[in-house]
């Protein structure tokens, strides 16, 4: 029953530097989909993969870059990390009918410094 | 475009208390409507869902009633536990689109 994961589960990294987080769902959805959550602002979404090979942008995707590289795995890049992206970052996935729900992974958190 | 608008937090309730938290959207159509919940450290997960006018969600004595006339989905819990100490979202999804979520609503329920 892993779901959705999601890696790494925390993460300090300095102004400038660059990381991936990782995505991997075992559902079989073609829907993925990146959040930020952020004190007093909800979910806010990044970037989202409607079925493989294929991304749009959201609400807030300046400064992050995404590839869906299978059905499967969907990786949120950081090209250049600024003190603004300190944030938790959740992964999720649906199916693509509307009556079904999303399945969220457990978060990362990250802090810029 | 679509929005949902949750009542502001956060909401601190005694064991056994009423709870109700509000959950209005605006949104073309006929979207599917859920709650969702995030403890403490987690992701959120689904609490419940109605997908169509005057359906009744419910789920570990959590009800939500799909109102299209007030276009609301509020959840209400007869008595609250410790346990239900969380963040909670409304949010809605239509047309095999993107979910749109509310800004949440923290609980803590005291002993």
């Known amino acids: 029953n892993a779901g959705v994961t999601q890696t790494p589960k925390f993460q300090v990294l300095k102004t400038g530097q660059s990381m991936t987080l990782q995505c991997a769902q075992d559902?079989?959805?073609?829907?993925m989909y990146w959040y930020r959550q952020d004190p007093g602002m909800g979910l806010r979404l990044i970037y989202y993969?409607?079925?493989?090979?294929?991304?749009d942008k959201g609400e807030v995707p300046n400064g992050y870059n995404v590839s869906r590289l299978n059905k499967r795995e969907f990786s949120l890049r950081l090209e250049s990390a600024a003190p603004s992206q300190t944030s938790v970052y959740f992964c999720?996935?649906?199916?693509?009918?509307?009556?079904?729900?999303?399945?969220f992974g457990q978060g990362t958190r990250l802090t810029v410094v | 475009g679509d929005s949902v608008t949750q009542m502001e937090g956060p909401v601190t309730l005694s064991e056994e208390a009423f709870l109700t938290i509000n959950c209005t959207y605006t949104?073309?159509?006929?979207?599917?409507l859920f709650w969702y919940v995030q403890y403490p450290g987690e992701g959120l997960q689904l609490l419940l869902k109605?997908?169509?006018?005057?359906d009744k969600g419910s789920n570990k004595g959590f009800e939500a009633t799909y109102r299209k006339e007030t276009t609301s989905f509020h959840l209400e819990k007869g008595s609250v536990q410790v346990s239900d100490s969380a963040v909670y979202f409304c949010?809605?999804?239509?047309?095999?689109?993107?979910?749109?979520f509310g800004d949440g609503t923290t609980l803590t329920v005291k002993p």
């Open positions: 949010a809605l999804r239509r047309n095999a689109g993107k979910s749109t």
């Open positions: 949104a073309t159509g006929y979207p599917s």
């Open positions: 999720a996935s649906s199916e693509e009918n509307s009556n079904t729900e999303a399945f």
């Open positions: 559902m079989n959805h073609n829907s």
């Open positions: 993969s409607a079925s493989e090979g294929t991304t």
């Open positions: 109605a997908t169509k006018a005057d």
